[in-house]
């Protein structure tokens, strides 16, 4: 498989970085193409846990090249952070680190107005991570943002620097009755990351275009995930990229041409951080038992995560809108205790039942969730290590969610080790 796409195909942190850790054993190189560091992609490696924000998770894999592609909003700092945290840990980026010259820059005041628009909104809260994705994007969108390339040039630097400050400052002062930032620290600190970023600066595109030429195994990685897309998600409670295929595409430079194979990650329940809607939620001592057996904090922000059971109904949805090819099912240990486990396949709404994902906002709040129950198997199965280990009501569980979202499972996680992913 020279190309291959990994996507989250529910609400985020359903174990990308896990999955693409153990793919990048076969891969060469590891792109990242769409968000910033609002992404916490955890991998553990004997025992030793790995937050990834911005680096692509092919990077603990020594030989393996990485990419940060021209569709993500990048943070000097929390690169700049990454990095020292793998240094730390005795892992050289040295010559296999390449940053898209066209990757949109945040800024501090990308931050501030990420969080003071936050701190302000009341009950349009979206909840976001508050590393300043939104306003970044606002910036490209508007264009007006500064991509790498405009950083590496002290003249257009300055003079963007300046229209663009002026502006935030305006916002943060009016509006929100923030302090204004200096635009000599600004400037000044900026100069400093970009001397730092310039040995990483490269087109992207043409090296993975040479790679994908020469059949290099490529892993693209996505980071959160269908419901949370800007154009598929539950609107507006979404990030501002798209994390579904088309973003693969728009944000590495690699054509659509070149994607073989769509693998979508999946919990074996359901979670959400932040705002918006989520039918299978269970705001009780279920969500809460979820919650202790996932360990579900956020990688990032370290919120709790809301809990919930798996949704046939935005699994088929996600399937669609990506062209997944097969599902990697994560954390199925995490229902281990569960007497009976509840597999949502349809909302009623007061217009009747639907088996589709809906657009508007407000049927998708207030539906109901159908669900069919099952068994639960009530065994540990950390110990499993391959598709015939697992209990018999385990891999019926599997079979059912393959045969309700129409896409066949090829992975399951049983364990956060490397080992505890199974070939099924
Ligand atoms: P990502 O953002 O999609 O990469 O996912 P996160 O890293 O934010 O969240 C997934 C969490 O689940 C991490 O803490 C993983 O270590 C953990 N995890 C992944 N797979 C499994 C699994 O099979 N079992 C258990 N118990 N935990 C897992
Ligand atoms: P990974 O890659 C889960 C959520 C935020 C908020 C919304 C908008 O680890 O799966 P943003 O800061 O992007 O403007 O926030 O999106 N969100 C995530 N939820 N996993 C993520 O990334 C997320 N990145 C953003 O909680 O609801
Ligand atoms: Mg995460």
Same mark, same amino acid.
């Given at each position: 498989m020279s190309v291959q796409l990994i996507v989250g195909?529910?609400? /985020?942190?359903? =174990?990308k970085g896990q999955i693409v850790d153990r793919l990048s054993e076969n891969a060469e190189v590891v792109v990242r193409y769409q968000g910033g560091a609002n992404a916490g992609h955890t991998v553990y490696v004997n025992g030793e846990k790995f937050i990834l924000h911005l680096l692509p998770s092919g990077i603990l894999h020594r030989e393996v090249l990485c990419v940060i592609g021209n569709g993500l909003v990048f943070d000097p700092a929390a690169f700049f952070e990454e990095l020292g945290f793998l240094k730390e840990n005795n892992i050289s980026v040295d010559g296999r680190l390449k940053i898209s010259d066209r990757v949109h820059i945040i800024f501090p005041y990308h931050k501030k107005l990420d969080q003071a628009r936050e701190s302000k909104a009341?009950?349009?809260?979206? /909840?976001?991570? =508050?590393?300043g994705i939104g306003p970044a994007y606002v910036d490209k969108f508007n264009r007006n943002g500064i991509r790498l390339a405009e950083m590496l040039d002290d003249y257009s630097l300055k003079q963007r620097l300046e229209q663009n400050l002026d502006l935030a400052n305006r916002i943060l002062v009016d509006d929100y009755h923030e302090p204004p930032l200096s635009f000599v620290s600004v400037f000044e600190e900026s100069k400093k990351f970009a001397d730092r970023l310039k040995p990483f600066a490269a087109d992207t595109a043409i090296i993975l275009n040479d790679a994908w030429k020469s059949e290099k195994n490529i892993l693209l990685e996505g980071a959160q995930g269908a419901l949370l897309?800007?154009?598929?998600?539950t609107y507006p409670f979404v990030t501002s990229s798209n994390p579904t295929c088309g973003g693969a595409v728009t944000g590495t430079g690699l054509p659509a041409s070149a994607i073989e194979d769509v693998l979508g990650v999946m919990k074996a329940y359901c979670t959400r951080v932040g705002g918006g809607p989520f039918p299978s939620e269970e705001e009780n001592e279920t969500g809460e038992r979820l919650r202790e057996a996932g360990q579900e904090y956020g990688a990032t922000t370290g919120r709790p995560r809301r809990c919930g059971w798996f949704d046939v109904v935005s699994a088929r949805y996600s399937a669609r809108i990506n062209g997944l090819n097969a599902i990697a099912l994560?954390?199925?240990?995490?229902?281990?205790?569960?007497?009976k486990i509840k597999i949502c396949t349809s909302y009623t709404t007061a217009d009747g039942e639907l088996t589709e994902f809906p657009a508007n906002l407000r049927v998708l709040q207030d539906c109901k969730p159908n669900y069919i129950e099952v068994d639960g198997w009530q065994t540990e199965i950390s110990t499993c290590r391959s598709f015939g280990d697992l209990p018999e009501k385990a891999q019926k569980y599997v079979g059912m969610l393959e045969e309700l979202s129409g896409v066949p499972v090829r992975y399951i996680s049983?364990?956060?080790?490397?080992?505890?992913t199974i070939q099924k």
């Open positions: 195909a529910q609400w /985020g942190d359903e =174990g009341g009950g349009n809260k979206i /909840g976001t991570t =508050g590393r897309d800007i154009d598929f998600g994560t954390k199925l240990d995490v229902l281990d205790s569960f007497e049983v364990g956060v080790e490397r080992e505890q």
